[in-house]
T-cell receptor, first 110, second 112 residues
Framework: GIQVEQSPPDLILQEGANSTLRCNFSDSVNNLQWFHQNPWGQLINLFYIPSGTKQNGRLSATTVATERYSLLYISSSQTTDSGVYFCAVLTQGGSEKLVFGKGTKLTVNP | NAGVTQTPKFQVLKTGQSMTLQCAQDMNHNSMYWYRQDPGMGLRLIYYSASEGTTDKGEVPNGYNVSRLNKREFSLRLESAAPSQTSVYFC???????????FGPGTRLTVL
């Protein structure tokens, strides 16, 4: 099946720093989503981004489908950005399934 | 709009007991899903329902059954719980199979 790899697995930042999270996938996909899982376990949709670039406030994402990767940028990080960021891809082929990476755990210190 | 709701929030079972996790969505979505999340892992698909009246197996269906009761509700049943089913269970829904999935708050299940 499709492999989804996220890097880095862990990231520690000082408040105000910028960061880039990466998601590589091993096959063509129908779509790609980025999620933030907050410390209380809630999964929050960040982006639905099968290709191209989107921005939402301090966050932006870019997916290059032809090269099978996506990047999530966090600028001017805040302590509330802490949590785990997941990339998930929707497989192709008739029985589409959302396959998750293992996540990047982000800790933002004040 | 409540979005996707799940009950219960927490549950402790003994090995061999049965239970049903409930999920409901009020977004008029056609597709619904059940996932499990184990420590340090991403979510894995257990079962899904592409539309009312249909259900299909996901990546880890063994030990589970599902029922799409109507367009709003999708339940997950554990017939004989095992310690390996200790996990956090998430329900999700989407308008269509390839659309954005929205997740409920999760149910934390412990099987002793």
């Amino acid at each position: 099946g499709i492999q989804v790899e996220q890097s880095p697995p862990d990231l520690i930042l000082q408040e105000g720093a910028n960061s880039t999270l990466r998601c590589n996938f091993s096959d063509s996909v129908n779509n790609l989503q980025w999620f933030h899982q907050n410390p209380w376990g809630q999964l929050i949709n960040l982006f639905y981004i099968p290709s191209g670039t989107k921005q939402n406030g301090r966050l932006s994402a870019t997916t290059v489908a032809t090269e099978r990767y996506s990047l999530l940028y966090i600028s001017s990080s805040q302590t509330t950005d802490s949590g785990v960021y997941f990339c998930a891809v929707l497989t192709q082929g008739g029985s589409e399934k959302l396959v998750f990476g293992k996540g990047t755990k982000l800790t933002v210190n004040p | 709009n409540a979005g996707v709701t799940q009950t219960p929030k927490f549950q402790v079972l003994k090995t061999g007991q049965s239970m049903t996790l409930q999920c409901a969505q009020d977004m008029n979505h056609n597709s619904m899903y059940w996932y499990r999340q184990d420590p340090g892992m991403g979510l894995r698909l257990i079962y899904y329902s592409a539309s009312e009246g249909t259900t299909d197996k996901g990546e880890v269906p063994n030990g589970y059954n599902v029922s799409r009761l109507n367009k709003r509700e999708f339940s997950l049943r554990l017939e004989s719980a095992a310690p390996s089913q200790t996990s956090v269970y998430f329900c999700a829904s989407s308008l269509g199979r390839t659309d954005t999935q929205y997740f409920g708050p999760g149910t934390r299940l412990t099987v002793l």
